[in-house]
């Protein structure tokens, strides 16, 4: 090493991690935009060598509060710059990031973080603090709080835990000045078996359980679905741009937050909040969108009302380009994807007149490739997008297998299916259960201080059993029936796949939530709740008064509205799969009181519970 | 970032002049439009067009105290009539039946108008920072009856009721607009000078109004105690915005004289005041391109009404059969003035917004 080299506190590491992908950035080109991020009414950028910095930063103030490698660093905070900081300081120094979700309540957070073992809590603001306040006796390896938003705080808590983001930053840079070398020598130590971070599935039964992943497990998912084309294709680049607004705690979202980023340094933009997703994207209008169903279903719900309460000449406008728009989407279905001849010229005269302003409308005008996931969707809802010039493909993966599995490829996209296994992965399907399994370079480590469950989630030759039962299509697309322990069988010993009944109600936009019951009954019914938004909007022209969620729901019109749903979705199913009685939901679930996960999964155990006397009802 | 116009990674950028491309598009179209018209139409329609763009530069200036810092002011005539007897004066013959000192070139005598005009502002701006709504506009109104008499009287300078005298001559360096060269007629020379006088006047008043100053305006037009709690100094901000449309006042009457060609020491009255009120008002109070509006639409009123006259055979031309070309005018202000306050209170550019917002919105209604 020459004295230049030693003077620069950057080293070439052997193991490629998403830290030196970022410092790497960072030299190859300092002055690109990494991130931005709204603040007082102004999208304020980050440059690569800014983010570097940042990074060193907060790795520096980790060293100096003593973490070592292998201790976990937890972020409580919505998707921010400093989620990103965070989380990279801590990878540099070899130390475990682990998300908890904004929305976590106190017991939760609490379990979460003794679960853990956190040293450093890195909570966004006063919420987040109290919190972990509240739990912090449960929580005996937790040292230090560090809180970014001062608000409320500083001045007024006294804890000896606690330190402002400034203060941990200033402690990062006296210990930089003092010790330039330490990040980049912690750094250069990493292998690849390091674990980079614990992903706490969100558990629809029993507590969560945290994945752990590791640095080869972070590599491999980048080469599938960042070089590889995996989740957008082609690859993501530096000149796309995408906006940041799930839950960064969640695999998915940081798979296109911090792995694009780092991987293909796709700019990030970060939401102001998930209220304000679509004025967001709207300004950021994003080359790569990704959502999870309910986010696409509301949009879709958003489009239906608004025009509903448009004039009538954009409404016969709307109507006649949805009604051409429904004929592209079926001619693309039928090609998987492919334009023809016909319906791009069908395609050329409705951008000029709907398609263009809609897609703008929705800030869906330079999206290149749009994706689904995280959970199952109605076929109706992708169609749409499709439709409309938004190219759609569903995908298909879980933090137990760093979200590789399978994924809809532009031109090969089949409707209703997750598509097609990701290069150099293995994927089958037990010709006994149906159960889907993989294996490859990015099957989870196993359950952070749970061995038990991490043998029950593994077979014995080293596949990942995920949990999902499916089926081939046409020898090459996977189509995803649900969930092993959802299916229901009734008394009659038929098997029904629920969450295809549920979404097909849920593609309509006044239906929020729909929860199909049946295991061993002698027929199928449904817990419905409504979408307050668009059923309130309704019944408002409609002249209908109404005070709370539960009056609404329960006024003869909606019921005879979700009724006239249900007999739509019933007259595309078998009898056997029909909803011969629905109930309607008294209050809209929630994340705090235990009937949704962090994820906005319903569950299900804990619906059947809670809302007991309305089943018994049902079948009573 | 290239299409995202609603992507703005700075404030400056935001707050731009002409912050979106179809603003920039629209504007430039218009300018050029404008600068090409005097080939296509005759040297009558110019003259008339001319003086709208004069007029209109004083419309901004009560568009500036009125439609953006709220102060309803009944005075603008006097503020006119001083920067054009300044003007007309500073380049009068010395040797004249009035007061003359010979200065003919433009440069000079315009912002010496503006600024004798701004001087007057200050002194009456204490009225303004200690009275509001209808008080202030009476006390305005005040003014306009002292600025009348003095007029009448100091007959050295106005040359005195009935008489009147010369305005200041179009002279921008040594280089006469008012005759015709080879260059172009008088009438095309004088229009080009005004448009591109009133692209400038229009562009600084915009500029005003997108900077601290103007959100202080707006802040006291929308409620002078609420913005003196976020901390707008009230006297320092009203003395600003009388200033300033003293200013544009006191410039327009030194450019719009020379284009008629007489001064009528007569002509500074209230009709003359609330005749800039109906300009912004119609035009659209609060916007700039609202206040220039207005003032063309109300400067060509009376052209246009005579285009009409074929088309109502029962209104004489002459002024002493009934009714008249001239009732016809002035009942057709009073309908407009109402009409526009009941039906489209944003005025001209109120219309203009409805359309911007239904393209805007498509394919939504918001």
């Not at chain 2, 005018?329 to 109120?350: A, D, K, N, S």
Request: proline share 5%; with cysteine.
């Amino acid at each position: 090493m020459t004295a230049t080299a030693t003077s620069t506190p950057i080293n070439t590491t052997t193991t490629t991690t998403i830290a030196t992908r970022v410092r790497d950035r960072a030299l190859a080109t300092p002055k690109a935009v990494a991130m931005r991020e709204k603040d007082f009414g102004i999208w304020r950028e980050v440059t690569w060598a800014q983010y570097w910095q940042r990074i060193q930063e907060v790795g520096h103030a980790l060293l100096a509060l003593g973490i070592e490698h292998g201790d976990r660093v937890a972020v409580h905070s919505e998707n921010r710059r400093e989620w990103l900081y965070s989380d990279l300081g801590a990878v540099s120094v070899r130390a475990i990031t682990v998300g908890l979700y904004p929305t976590n309540p106190p017991a939760e957070v609490g379990y979460l973080l003794s679960h853990s073992g956190a040293r450093v809590l890195i909570a966004e603001d006063q919420e987040q603090v109290d919190k972990a306040l509240e739990v912090l006796d449960s929580c005996p390896e937790l040292e230090w709080i560090v809180y970014i938003e001062p608000r409320g705080i500083r001045h007024r808590y006294e804890n000896s835990k606690l330190m402002a983001w400034e203060e941990f930053l200033a402690l990062g840079r006296k210990h930089m000045a003092e010790h330039p070398d330490a990040v980049a020598q912690r750094m250069a130590a990493a292998g690849s078996d390091d674990i980079l971070t614990l992903v706490y599935t969100s558990g629809t039964t029993g507590p969560p359980k945290g994945a752990m992943l590791s640095v080869s497990n972070v590599e491999f998912a980048i080469s599938a679905l960042v070089d590889g084309g995996g989740f957008t294709s082609p690859p993501p680049g530096p000149n796309d741009i995408l906006l940041s607004y799930l839950p960064l705690c969640h695999v998915a979202e940081r798979i296109f937050t911090t792995w694009y980023n780092a991987g293909a340094g796709v700019q990030v933009n970060f939401a102001e909040s998930v209220a304000t997703v679509q004025p967001n994207l709207r300004e950021i209008q994003p080359t790569i969108l990704f959502g999870v169903p309910r986010i696409w279903e509301r949009i879709l719900a958003g489009v239906q009302i608004r025009l509903a309460s448009a004039s009538w000449f954009k409404r016969l406008n709307a109507k006649l380009w949805t009604g051409v728009a429904n004929g592209i989407a079926d001619t693309l279905v039928r090609t998987g994807g492919n334009h023809t001849f016909g319906s791009r010229l069908r395609y050329a005269l409705g951008w000029l007149f709907y398609y263009r302003s809609l897609r703008e409308r929705l800030g869906m005008s330079n999206v290149r490739f749009a994706a689904s996931g995280a959970a199952p969707i109605a076929p109706e809802v992708l169609k749409f997008f499709m439709g409309i010039g938004v190219p759609m493909h569903e995908v298909y993966g879980m933090t137990e297998n760093t979200a590789v599995a399978t994924g809809n490829r532009p031109g090969r996209v089949k409707l209703g299916t997750v598509g097609e296994p990701q290069n150099n992965t293995e994927l089958r399907i037990d010709p006994d259960t149906g159960e889907i399994q993989t294996r490859h370079g990015g099957t989870f480590v196993g359950y952070y201080r749970d061995p038990a469950a991490t043998a029950a989630a593994m077979t014995p030759d080293g596949w990942l059993k995920t949990g999902d039962v499916g089926e081939w299509i046409d020898g090459t697309h996977v189509r995803i029936t649900d969930r092993a322990k959802d299916i229901i069988i009734t008394s009659g010993g038929k098997n029904i796949s629920p969450s295809e009944i549920e979404n097909g109600l849920k593609a309509s936009p006044f239906i929020k939530e729909a929860i199909v019951i049946g295991d061993q009954r002698k027929f199928l019914s449904a817990l419905i709740g409504i979408e307050l938004e668009t059923v309130g909007e309704w019944a408002q022209r409609r002249n209908i008064a109404y005070t709370t969620y539960r009056d609404l729901g329960e006024k003869p019109e909606v019921l005879k509205l979700v009724q006239s749903i249900v007999d739509e979705v019933n007259s595309k199913h078998a009898p056997v799969e029909q909803i011969r009685q629905f109930r309607m939901l008294p209050k809209e679930l929630d994340h705090e009181d235990g009937e949704l996960t962090a994820t906005m999964k319903v569950k299900r155990s804990a619906v059947g519970k809670l809302f007991a006397e309305l089943v018994e009802d049902i079948y009573g | 970032m290239k299409n995202r116009p609603l992507l703005y990674t700075s404030y400056a950028g935001e707050m731009g002049l002409l912050n979106t491309r179809a603003k920039q598009l629209s504007v430039g179209l218009m300018i050029l439009v404008a600068l090409v018209l005097p080939f296509v139409l005759d040297d009558q329609w110019l003259s008339l067009l001319a003086i709208c763009a004069a007029t209109a530069i004083g419309a901004i200036g009560l568009g500036l105290v009125t439609g953006y810092a709220g102060q309803v002011s009944l005075g603008h005539a006097f503020f006119i009539g001083i920067g054009t007897f300044t003007a007309a004066v500073l380049s009068g013959d010395p040797n004249g039946r009035t007061l003359g000192f010979g200065i003919t070139n433009m440069l000079i005598w315009l912002p010496a108008a503006g600024l004798v005009a701004l001087v007057a502002g200050i002194i009456v701006a204490p009225l303004a920072t200690r009275l509001r709504g209808l008080y202030l506009a009476i006390v305005t109104l005040g003014l306009v009856v002292i600025g009348e008499h003095i007029f009448a009287e100091w007959s050295d300078v106005t040359g005195g009721l009935g008489v009147g005298r010369p305005p200041a001559t179009l002279d921008v360096a040594g280089y006469h607009v008012g005759v015709t060269d080879s260059v172009g007629t008088k009438d095309q020379k004088a229009y080009w000078l005004m448009l591109i006088l009133l692209v400038v006047f229009a562009l600084a008043a915009r500029n005003l109004a997108r900077s601290k100053v103007g959100r202080a305006f707006t802040a006291i037009r929308d409620r002078d105690i609420a913005a003196g709690v976020i901390g707008v100094n009230l006297p320092r901000y009203k003395t600003i915005a009388f200033a300033i449309s003293s200013f544009y006042a006191g410039c327009a009457g030194a450019l719009l004289y020379p284009l008629i060609g007489f001064i009528e020491p007569g002509s500074f009255n209230l009709g003359m005041s609330v005749l800039y009120v109906a300009m912004v008002l119609i035009g659209g109070a609060g916007t700039i391109s609202g206040a220039i509006a207005g003032a063309f639409f109300i400067t060509l009123l009376p052209t246009l009404t005579r285009q009409l006259m074929p088309l109502l055979p029962f209104i004489s031309e002459s002024s002493d059969r009934i009714p008249n070309l001239l009732q016809l005018q002035t009942i057709l202000y009073g309908v407009l003035i109402i009409g526009f306050l009941i039906f489209e209170p944003r005025g001209l550019f109120g219309i203009w917004i409805r359309i911007r917002s239904y393209w805007k919105s498509w394919p939504f209604s918001y």
